[in-house]
T-cell receptor, first 112, second 111 residues
Framework: GAGVSQSPSNKVTEKGKDVELRCDPI?????LYWYRQSLGQGLEFLIY????????KSGLPSDRFSAERTGGSVSTLTIQRTQQEDSAVYLC??????????FGAGSRLTVL | QKEVEQNSGPLSVPEGAIASLNCTYS??????FFWYRQYSGKSPELIMS????GDKEDGRFTAQLNKASQYVSLLIRDSQPSDSATYLC???????????FGTGTRLLVSP
């Protein structure tokens, strides 16, 4: 597509529920990144994919967080048993190799 | 020590002045450096990239890199109220190709 597409744009869930966030990168972009941005804070690195593999998962906050990427394209970030501290904007970005990132509009997650 | 450090600001400058934004990083082997701009409620967008020591100019923007001092800066000449945003410094980790962001500096340009 023309840009990085993320869905849903907004998600409100109850504490303890699982959520899935989706990222559709720019066609041909091999690198895909997930970041989290809490209100008024900077971007917290979560995970990076090169193709379908994730060389660096060091940023995932806990084992409740997981991510996968299939076919070198769409990626899903799954948060199990959500907690209130998971509330944030989850940003996805893609790049041609580990270079200039283009960000999606983000998925705003609110955990009640 | 944080991997990428920035003063959170806000940095206030009058319209037409030069705004100077600074960033330091801890990983000495970092090779790629970026400045992103983020308007409130929006996603970051790339302004400048710089890979070698010295200055790189693009319109009203100049990025400066000093690898020996592990220091990156962004100068905005003739600042405009539309430049008011948060400016994020980002550093690429060559080992894992991880792009690490600072917490950003909020810039306010007053008319």
């Amino acid at each position: 597509g023309a840009g990085v597409s993320q869905s849903p744009s907004n998600k409100v869930t109850e504490k303890g529920k699982d959520v899935e966030l989706r990222c559709d990168p720019i066609s041909g972009h091999t690198a895909l990144y997930w970041y989290r941005q809490s209100l008024g804070q900077g971007l917290e690195f979560l995970i990076y994919f090169q193709g379908n593999s994730a060389p660096d998962k060091s940023g995932l906050p806990s084992d409740r967080f997981s991510a996968e990427r299939t076919g070198g394209s769409v990626s899903t970030l799954t948060i199990q048993r959500t907690q209130q501290e998971d509330s944030a904007v989850y940003l996805c970005a893609s790049a041609v190799g580990p270079n200039v990132l283009t960000f999606g509009a983000g998925s705003r997650l609110t955990v009640l | 020590q944080k991997e990428v450090e920035q003063n959170s600001g806000p940095l206030s400058v009058p319209e037409g002045a030069i705004a100077s934004l600074n960033c330091t990083y801890s990983d000495r082997v970092s090779q790629s450096f970026f400045w992103y701009r983020q308007y409130s409620g929006k996603s970051p967008e790339l302004i400048m990239s710089i890979y070698s020591n010295g200055d790189k100019e693009d319109g009203r923007f100049t990025a400066q890199l000093n690898k020996a001092s592990q220091y990156v800066s962004l100068l905005i000449r003739d600042s405009q109220p539309s430049d008011s945003a948060t400016y994020l410094c980002a550093v690429m980790n060559t080992g894992f190709q991880k792009l690490v962001f600072g917490t950003g500096t909020r810039l306010l340009v007053s008319p």
